[in-house]
């Protein structure tokens, strides 16, 4: 067996395994035809494979093809005109080139008719928009879900983290503590005499108190802590990777900033009791969040204004 059938029956082999079969031609590099199917021959009404004949004979002027269009030995998928002796016949071709062989593989006929090509021309046009419209729907659907979210999960008032968003991001530091051992430190803060505020210079005097407060908490932590909103005047912080002693220097800086903050329309001090612990390799995040929250009730007893740890 020659180098030229070896390549010509790997060409087939390949083909056979990854194309249903209509008609085939096999080509050299001068676009030669050197061997073709009986289905070509049939189609083509021909008794005998036209050895050396180009294969462009057999192909519309607008579907010429030459060696140089396939230079490299890349797969092709192309739609070729055949003129079978003054018919036009198009089909869609799978286009194989290995070194010097072109095997051209015709697998589906394209309708010719101008009627009907223009309507799969609408249809496709029609596809087109109704593909972009759902594109736009999409990314609506996405940005509203992006918002609702972003609701779910952010404080309307503060813009710190939510209670809901708090607690799944606190599962997660649990996972990681209890992976790696990295310290975590809880801080329970709560505003002291908040209802004053309130009673004294309104609702709205007391929104701002807890946005400042809520923007200084957020200047004083890190990114990677966790900051939210508990409830009402609370807050808690969650402190990655630091030690109960480093969350009672924390607490102490927030005590102090809270308390030096100046806020217009509110002519007292504002201050706040906090209360800090250390999460344990026993502890739940309810048990760990409610020894904190005794800590910091621990600072309110304590004449309010100060930091207590547990």
Not at 8 to 23: G, I, P, S, V
Not at 53 to 64: K, P, T
Not at 256 to 273: H, N
Request: aromatic share 8%; charged share 25%.
């Amino acid at each position: 067996m020659n180098n030229k059938t070896g390549n010509t029956e790997q060409l087939l082999t390949e083909y056979n395994y990854r194309y249903y079969k209509q008609f085939v031609i096999l080509c050299d590099e001068l676009m030669q035809i050197s061997w073709c199917n009986s289905e070509f021959l049939r189609v083509g009404n021909m008794d005998k494979v036209p050895v050396g004949e180009s294969v462009n004979r057999f192909l519309a002027d607008a579907s010429q093809l030459s060696s140089q269009d396939f230079a490299k030995n890349l797969d092709k998928n192309l739609i070729l005109s055949f003129n079978f002796n003054g018919h036009i016949a198009s089909y869609q071709c799978v286009v194989l080139k290995r070194q010097d062989q072109l095997l051209i593989v015709a697998q589906d006929p394209v309708l010719p008719d101008p009627g009907t090509m223009e309507h799969i021309g609408a249809i496709n046009n029609e596809m087109a928009i109704m593909t972009r419209e759902l594109s736009k729907q999409k990314n609506a659907l996405e940005k509203a879900y992006a918002k609702i979210n972003e609701l779910i999960s952010t404080d309307y008032l503060t813009g710190l983290a939510s209670r809901k968003y708090i607690n799944e991001s606190f599962q997660k530091a649990v996972s990681y503590f209890k992976r790696t051992g990295t310290p975590l430190t809880i801080i329970m803060g709560d505003l002291d005499y908040f209802k004053q505020v309130n009673d004294q210079y309104g609702h709205l005097m007391g929104d701002k108190v807890l946005v400042n407060v809520a923007k200084l908490i957020k200047k004083i932590a890190r990114t990677e802590d966790l900051i939210g909103r508990f409830g009402g005047e609370e807050f808690i912080i969650v402190l990655v990777g630091t030690d109960k002693q480093g969350g009672e220097k924390f607490a102490e800086r927030l005590r102090q900033k809270t308390e030096q903050m100046k806020i217009a329309g509110v002519p007292q001090t504002v201050t706040i009791s906090l209360g800090v612990t250390n999460f344990l390799t026993t502890d739940t995040i309810e048990s760990a969040i409610k020894r904190a929250d005794e800590a910091m009730y621990m600072a309110k007893s304590q004449g309010r204004n100060k930091v207590a740890v547990l």
